[in-house]
């Protein structure tokens, strides 16, 4: 059988750390790929695992400013430049820094790579999703964008439509500012408002510059906004856009922090409806973008109970296979949990949450704050991408 997906690893991932009582704590990749290991994907065939190799500072300069590139060195020698957000409250400095995060960046490209050259039709870097990171400036506990860094190197090798689909409790802010005059990409973006939360941006009237109107989709959500809500306004955006757009390739980041056990948010989506937007996102790419679909990870700081089970079940989602909410979870993976001092880890894979969608051709309600964002976001966006914001479907 041929592998549906491939999967960059190495151990030094975890080298990315910025120390004790940091959210952004290496431990939840460790569970993530140890959790994937003990349900016996990464032996399925289905599954590619490959070594991850570290960008070099021409695929970091895609993206990143060659001063800001020597300051993340310098950051890992200990001096600091609060300027460019390297040695901050967020932003700690750490020995590993610029290599760890190269490594991350070159894992993510691998990704692509893979993906656009047609190894695989799918490609997952959990580790990535850095999503925060800026050309010149570190943000968000993120110090490299891969995320930005993968979707340049598709560019540059030939792709003339990339859709990023940001599923992350935060604005993917950094993703969107690299693109947000390139015509050929698309940014969709569904997070809690940044009224209420870091990092502050991502409303429906941003909508892209002068050269891609349309091309920066944000919905910006309530906080508390639960399952069915929030899977609503994921495909009330993300359909229509992939329709008319027309990716060849789709890149998304699946930060965990949407979770009501999420340390970091305010809103209610469970491990479930997390998995059904990557199994939603996974259809789309299936109809809309030749099956080519490149994942990450990227936030989430309920270390434990909830990212490991998002981002093993989006691998599987990946590679085709069924893991189902009342699976239960190996039991060697719950002793990992237990004496990492981190449980008890949860019994099964999922919470059993009902995840039916209301679409929105079951119409619109003006009276449901969420439907008011969605509205707010198709009326912003969609008539620059030739959709009507009220039928677009």
Known sequence: MTARVQLPWSPELLTYNFGPGHPMAPVRTRLAFALLEHLGLLQSPQVHLIEATAADDAMLGTVHEPGYIQAVRRGGRGTPDEQRGLGTMDNPLFEAMHDSSALIAGASVAAARA???????HAVNIAGGLHHAMAGR???????????????????????????????????DGVEAAFWDEPRVVTVSVHQNGETIFPGTGFAQDIGGPNAQGHAVNVALPPGVDDKPWLRAVEAVLVPVAKEF??????????????????????????????????????VAAE????RWVATGG????????????WARVVAAAAGVDIRADTP?????????????????PETMGEGMDTGIRSWVDGYDPADSVDRAIMATRRSAFPS?????????
């Open 246 to 283: 027309g990716p060849q390739v789709i890149v998304s980041q699946h930060g965990a922090d949407a979770h009501r056990h999420d340390p970091l948010t305010q809103m209610d989506v469970s491990v479930d409806a997390q998995v059904a937007a990557a199994q939603m996102i996974a259809q």
């Open 299 to 310: 936030g989430g700081y309920d270390v434990a109970a909830t990212v490991p089970r998002v």
């Open 115 to 121: 993906v656009w050259t047609g190894q695989v039709p």
């Open 329 to 345: 979870t190996p039991q060697a993976w719950r002793d990992l949990v237990a004496e990492l001092g981190l449980g008890p880890a």
């Open 138 to 172: 570190a943000g968000g506990f993120c110090i490299y964008n891969d995320v930005a860094i993968a979707i340049r190197w598709l560019l540059d090798h030939g792709a003339e439509r990339v859709l990023y689909v940001d599923v992350d409790a935060h604005h993917g």
């Open 288 to 291: 809309h973008a030749q099956d």
């Open 385 to 393: 991408l030739g959709l009507d914001p009220l039928t677009a479907w």
